[in-house]
């Protein structure tokens, strides 16, 4: 953990966590085949479960614009659906059908987690930034894919937040914050910024889960995560990068 005097103005540097997570996102090229095939089934696989969940009426009357008729004409889709919507909002659209069955991928290490939570953001990012002129190809939404699954996956391999009472869905925003900044056309800077908010933002309690305080946790990892996605890169235009963060 760093240090720094609390009475300086001046603004410190980032912490090695930030700077490796953003250098990681924005300029790491991916080279090995095998990383992009099993990239491609777990696409398959992701969608596969969110179709399976448009089966279930718990799940399908939590999608579509919070406001009835919110819809946007070019904004992103929702696989399976006739959405339109914000790429906010799509996000959680998304990310709620992927994680309903609790079916998709699963990451055991000291920490848990499904990182294929990750495509709510990439999708519905992928999607609108593509209506919107840019050209997205599939293999960019593949190279997001990967990203966020290690960074999910190292940043688990030795911090157990469940130990102190913080679900494992933290480790999504900060995945999902990282590569959708970078597809949004994040700088550097920017892109440690929103990491920063995404730890700064803090987790969610894990008590959630537990007995009659328990509600959905699949709908509440959609909530908790992916429509901050592109909040936190907005406000990673305003805000600096933080410190002592993990």
Partial sequence: MSSHDIKSAERPAPDQVLTAIADYALSYE???PLAYETAAYC???TLACGFQALKYPACTKLLGPVVPGATLNGGARVPGTAYELDPI???FNIGAMIRWLDFNDTWLAAEWGHPSDNLGGILAVADYLSR???RVVVRDVLTAMIKAHEIQGILALENSFNRV???HVLLVRVAS???VTAMLGGSRDQIINAVSNAWVDG???GIYRAGRLCRHPDSDRAFETLPKVLGRHVSA???PGGRDLC
Avoid: E, F, N, Q
């Fill in 43 to 45: 696409l398959m696989d």
């Fill in 30 to 32: 991916i080279t090995s």
């Fill in 203 to 205: 987790g969610a309690a």
């Fill in 165 to 167: 009472g913080l679900d």
């Fill in 177 to 179: 914050t990282a590569v």
């Fill in 89 to 91: 909002t799509a996000a």
């Fill in 237 to 239: 235009l305003r805000h």
């Fill in 132 to 134: 919107s002129g840019k």
